[in-house]
């Protein structure tokens, strides 16, 4: 599932549009990384570029320049190597790189350090991800310091350089229909993913056995790799908010917390779901539940067009101290404890963040100093939890041990929201339902 070049087109045109006159934009590829030895990891794009380009590979960079005669967009990349590309796969080329992504003038990488000086000169403003990438930031100097060379000549350097990243994360903040429709079969594949692991779990099974079915559902729906690494929590793993060991058995009567999404086309789901490894939740396990449930449904409704980014969270917090005082695990006024924080030894993150090409999205949570409005177009998750140390003296030893997530991906839709991960069941007699159904055809 792949957007088209003429939306990566789109985005570059937006991009300059909102550019600095007599500007230029560079922006490099992320780098192949070492795994170990002369193994590498599978190479992952870096998102900005992706959004710009579409272009997969690495060792490369594209530069804009607004209002270029010769050509706005220029990208530099591998050129063809037969030889070498029967060890490493296909290479797009120059030619490739103009034919097939769009670009008005393509060249060989290591023509860059003789070109780009030419094409920075003359320009008044450099935009780029200034900090990301050391090595970057040092070629850039030395282009900048060739240009520096020939001042007497006449030469003119930038006098000013800006981050790229408000310009362009302000545009990946808000997702296009042909974006959505991505991050709804990313969602898709994720829930049938999640439905897996809830029907073949049972008491004694390892956590890398459940991860494993995760897996087989990401790839075989044309997922490479998950979003982010799979977080597998059995009994007093699901306290341990980024849990990723997934080593250990789970005991019949613990729960099992499940935070995992696949990663399609370079785009994140992101969803947690907590159920009983035997299939039926003990009173106390219900009780936690249901009240995380309460409080994740409450939140959603807060998603809409006008409200602020915090008042998902607000809302959450409101309903969990609340349960928390009826349940007894909490005790006193719910406005001061709200004010003085104290709900966080039960619940100590924030109901969400921006979902997007990073499982954690760009784009700021304030504007001016303040809770930015939500807009169509933005996708975010809503993820309240409760975690009750194993340890935790403050409460009777049966809340003890019992951590629980619940989340889903959201769009901000014109007139409310979109459930992008619906197809996985949270009520507990839904979650109970599903599991008895599975150990009968077993």
Not at 172 to 183: C, D, F, G, N, Y
Request: proline share 4%; hydrophobic share 40%; aromatic share 8%.
């Amino acid at each position: 599932m792949k957007l088209a070049q003429s939306e990566y087109a789109q985005r570059r045109q937006q991009l300059m549009q909102r550019m600095a006159e007599n500007s230029i934009a560079i922006v490099p590829t992320a780098k192949a990384c070492v795994r170990n030895s002369d193994v590498e990891h599978l190479f992952r794009q870096d998102s900005d570029f992706y959004y710009l380009s579409g272009f997969a590979e690495a060792n490369a960079c594209l530069v804009l320049i607004p209002g270029r005669e010769d050509g706005e967009y220029i990208v530099f990349c591998e050129d063809k190597d037969p030889a070498m590309e029967i060890w490493t796969g296909r290479r797009a080329g120059p030619d490739g790189a103009a034919r097939d992504f769009f670009a008005d003038q393509a060249y060989p990488i290591e023509a860059i350090d003789s070109i780009l000086p030419e094409l920075i000169e003359g320009k008044s403003k450099i935009y780029t991800a200034m900090g990301a990438n050391t090595e970057f930031d040092s070629q850039l100097t030395h282009w900048v310091n060739q240009v520096k060379g020939m001042v007497r000549k006449g030469a003119q350097v930038p006098h000013e350089y800006s981050g790229l990243d408000y310009l362009l994360h302000e545009m990946r903040l808000i997702k296009s229909a042909a974006e959505i429709e991505i991050m709804q079969k990313a969602a898709d594949i994720s829930a049938a993913a999640h439905c897996r692991a809830m029907t073949t779990a049972k008491p004694g099974c390892f956590e890398y056995q459940l991860e494993a079915e995760l897996l087989h559902e990401f790839t075989r729906n044309g997922s490479r790799w998950p979003a982010y690494p799979s977080i597998v929590g059995g009994g007093d793993n699901a306290c341990i908010l980024h849990y990723t060991n997934n080593d250990q058995e789970i005991k019949d009567g613990s729960l099992v917390l499940i935070d995992a999404g696949c990663e399609l086309d370079y785009y994140a789901a992101d969803i947690t779901r907590t159920f009983p490894v035997n299939g039926t939740f003990s009173a106390e396990q219900k009780a936690l539940y249901e009240l995380v449930l309460k409080s994740q449904l409450a939140a959603i409704e807060q998603v809409k067009p006008g409200n602020s980014w915090n008042a998902p969270h607000e809302t959450a917090v409101q309903v969990l101290v609340e349960g928390l005082l009826e349940l007894g695990l909490l005790n006193g006024d719910a406005q001061q404890i709200i004010e003085d924080e104290s709900y966080r030894t039960f619940y100590m993150h924030r109901t969400g963040h921006w979902l997007g090409m990073d499982v954690h999205d760009v784009g700021g949570y304030r504007v001016n100093k303040q809770w930015r409005p939500l807009e169509p177009g933005m996708v975010l998750t809503v993820e309240p939890g409760l975690y009750v140390a194993p340890d935790c003296e403050e409460v009777d030893e049966r809340w003890r041990g019992i951590g629980i997530r619940i989340e889903d991906d959201v769009v901000v839709t014109e007139h409310g929201c979109h459930v992008l991960t619906h197809k996985v069941p949270k009520t507990v007699t839904e979650i109970e339902a599903l599991m008895k159904s599975a150990s009968e055809l077993n």
